[in-house]
């Protein structure tokens, strides 16, 4: 069992900055790779971004790119979301989640949530 901790939300004003981290409990970590989702409220969750185990492959969801970036420290079971240009349509609930596979859309394991509101 792998739990996935995130942290850095916060409230922040249109245009800033935050930093998610999601911290993993354990060493294998770096055989799964890792994504963030997000569900603003009333609506349905969604894709932002995913990372390869060795941070070779990145993707992102349209409405983020150029804006946010995706990373990983395997030596430190971290991943990092860095959210700049915020707008406040990126108010949401974010999620990290880990997969075994880049195949699969089945995540096993989800961390709890962290809080990010921007404000107009």
Not at 21 to 30: H, I, L, V
Not at 48 to 64: E, H, K, P, Q
Not at 71 to 77: G, I, P
Request: with cysteine; hydrophobic share 35%.
């Amino acid at each position: 069992q792998v739990q996935l901790v995130e942290s850095g939300g916060g409230l922040v004003q249109a245009g800033g900055s935050l930093r998610l981290s999601c911290a993993a409990s354990k060493e294998t970590f770096s055989s799964y790779h890792m994504s963030w989702f997000r569900q603003a409220a009333g609506k349905e969750r969604e894709f932002v971004a995913a990372i390869s185990r060795s941070g070779g492959w990145i993707d992102y969801a349209d409405s983020v790119k150029g804006r946010f970036t995706i990373s990983r420290d395997n030596a430190k079971n971290t991943v990092y979301l860095q959210m700049n240009s915020l707008k406040p349509e990126d108010t949401a609930v974010y999620y990290c989640a880990a997969r075994g596979t880049l195949a699969s859309t089945r995540y096993k394991y989800w961390g709890q949530g962290t809080q990010v509101t921007v404000s107009s």
